[in-house]
């Protein structure tokens, strides 16, 4: 009787330990089978900046000879399905993962095969490429989250930061066992490959250039600018010095998102007619509150205008916020920003002042999408019909904060030798800006109580 093993992993540049790993797990049977993460499901697992593309790595396990039989893990869950459709004897994988696997014990044996010391594919990676120096500028919220975030992409390391208070930027240091925090912000230019800047939007723009004109790669956080003008000027120069400029708007960067734009896009619902995005996020006192370049437009409508310049594109026909400022507020705190394009219509809310269902509905003239709230975490969404029994549910995952993935693009764009990404384009982001802009400018502002 044939005795039938199985084995999973993604064996980005194949290397000794996975040929190893192959041996030892063929020793256990007669016939081995090898599974190979696809893109898809290592990107939806977290799992970023794999170099080498699905056909490579099936071939560095063909090559080596081992493998009788290979296929793709596409989804969680596929090793339960695989173990019991193919009959399978044994499941080995690495001590990396032990424990992990117990739970196919009641239909196959579990081995964990000791690691090979000393190599993996994320240390060849980090040795092929270097590692990305990150320099985090600001303090606050978001570079808390970016600098856990970080971690989850090989090939980079956030080491430094810097903040204009240095008592802020030390317990940030300390906080998350970075190196050091810099006295100065050419200091962290210098000890930095790329920046994510995190600091109060008006002081984006300035950072940004000072950044790019040192040579620096730049992931700054939304909104980039506050003005289309503004965020032209930055692209161009990054362009001109040959480095990456992103836009750090987590939501274009997150797989459930793209997809529920890949499905939109792709005929589903029929052409896409109208679009309503709400997002609201209730700050206390501070800084978004009373600052001039605070308020709800500035700090929350670059995520509920991004399903617009995604899906109608960057030259809307017209863009009209109404706000709501209470009369002892420097800003507003609820803003609904009205959009006209050639093709459709639709309608951004957000609040800081106000709490409102975050959901997301893009209507189609045969059907629409709905993506519950919190629909700029997209991990799941719908697309419902006019008959209400006809819906398809999608499910993607969305892992941890999410900032990984647009961290992840940004090495991977880093490396490509690029300075843009497809994924938020420069003209998508200088629209984004615009928008803002017309918001902020030309907006009708009413008093509240
Ligand atoms: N493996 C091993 N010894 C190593 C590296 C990997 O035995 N030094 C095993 C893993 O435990 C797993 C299989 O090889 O069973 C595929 O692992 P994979 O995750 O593709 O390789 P890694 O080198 O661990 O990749 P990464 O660094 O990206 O996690």
């Known amino acids: 009787m044939t005795t039938k093993v199985i084995t999973y992993g993604t064996f980005d540049m194949f290397h000794e330990g996975h040929r190893r790993l192959l041996e030892r797990a063929r020793e256990l049977g007669d016939h081995l089978t090898v599974g190979v993460t696809s893109e898809d499901y290592d990107a939806t697992r977290g799992k970023l900046n794999v170099t080498e593309g699905l056909m490579q790595r099936i071939e560095g396990v063909r090559r080596s000879g081992l493998a009788d039989e290979i296929i793709v893990e596409e989804y969680e869950g596929q090793k339960i399905h695989d173990v019991q459709s193919r009959d399978i004897d044994v499941f080995a994988i690495g001590s990396d993962w032990q424990g992990k696997f117990?739970?196919?014990?009641?239909?196959?044996?579990?081995?964990?095969?000791?690691?090979?010391?000393?190599?993996?594919?994320?240390?060849?990676?980090?040795?092929?490429?270097?590692?990305?120096r990150i320099g985090v500028v600001g303090s606050g919220r978001i570079a808390s989250r970016f600098v856990p975030e970080s971690r989850f992409v090989s090939g980079v390391s956030a080491d430094v930061v810097y903040s204009p208070n240095a008592e802020h930027a030390q317990a940030f240091a300390d906080a998350h066992e970075l190196d050091r925090a810099c006295a100065t912000?050419?200091?962290?230019?210098?000890?930095?490959?790329?920046?994510?800047?995190?600091?109060?939007?008006?002081?984006?723009?300035?950072?940004?250039?000072?950044?790019?004109?040192?040579?620096?790669?730049?992931?700054?956080?939304?909104?980039?600018?506050?003005?289309?003008?503004?965020?032209?000027e930055l692209f161009a120069a990054a362009q001109a010095a040959d480095v990456v400029l992103m836009e750090a708007l987590k939501t274009a960067y997150a797989p459930g998102f793209r997809r529920m734009l890949a499905v939109a896009q792709g005929g589903s619902i029929g052409r896409v007619v109208s679009i309503d995005a709400t997002f609201t996020k209730l700050l206390s006192p501070g800084r978004e509150h009373d600052a001039p370049d605070g308020g709800a437009i500035t700090e929350l409508a670059s995520y509920a205008l991004l399903p617009f310049v995604k899906l109608f594109g960057t030259q809307p026909s017209e863009v009209r916020a109404t706000s709501l400022r209470p009369s002892d507020a420097a800003v507003e705190v609820f803003s609904r920003i009205d959009l006209r394009y050639p093709g459709g219509i639709g309608t951004a809310k957000v609040g800081i002042g106000a709490k409102a269902e975050g959901d997301l509905v893009v209507a189609g003239t045969e059907g629409y999408l709905y993506v519950p709230a919190?629909?700029?975490?997209?991990?799941?969404?719908?697309?419902?019909?006019?008959?209400?029994?006809?819906?398809?549910?999608?499910?993607?995952?969305?892992?941890?904060?999410?900032?990984?993935y647009e961290i992840g693009e940004f090495a991977s764009v880093i490396r490509s030798g690029g300075t843009t990404s497809y994924m938020l384009r420069p003209e998508e982001s200088i629209a984004l800006a615009g928008m803002i802009e017309d918001s902020r400018t030309n907006g009708r502002v009413f008093g509240l109580g």
């Open 374 to 404: 919190p629909w700029w975490l997209t991990d799941y969404f719908e697309l419902r019909f006019e008959d209400p029994g006809r819906r398809e549910r999608y499910y993607v995952k969305f892992a941890g904060g999410g900032l990984r």
């Open 102 to 132: 117990d739970y196919l014990s009641p239909y196959c044996q579990v081995i964990y095969l000791e690691r090979t010391k000393g190599i993996s594919s994320t240390d060849l990676r980090a040795v092929r490429n270097g590692t990305i």
């Open 185 to 232: 912000f050419d200091e962290l230019l210098d000890a930095s490959d790329a920046v994510y800047i995190a600091s109060p939007h008006g002081r984006h723009v300035e950072q940004v250039r000072e950044a790019i004109a040192s040579g620096r790669h730049v992931l700054c956080e939304k909104p980039l600018a506050l003005t289309a003008a503004e965020a032209t």
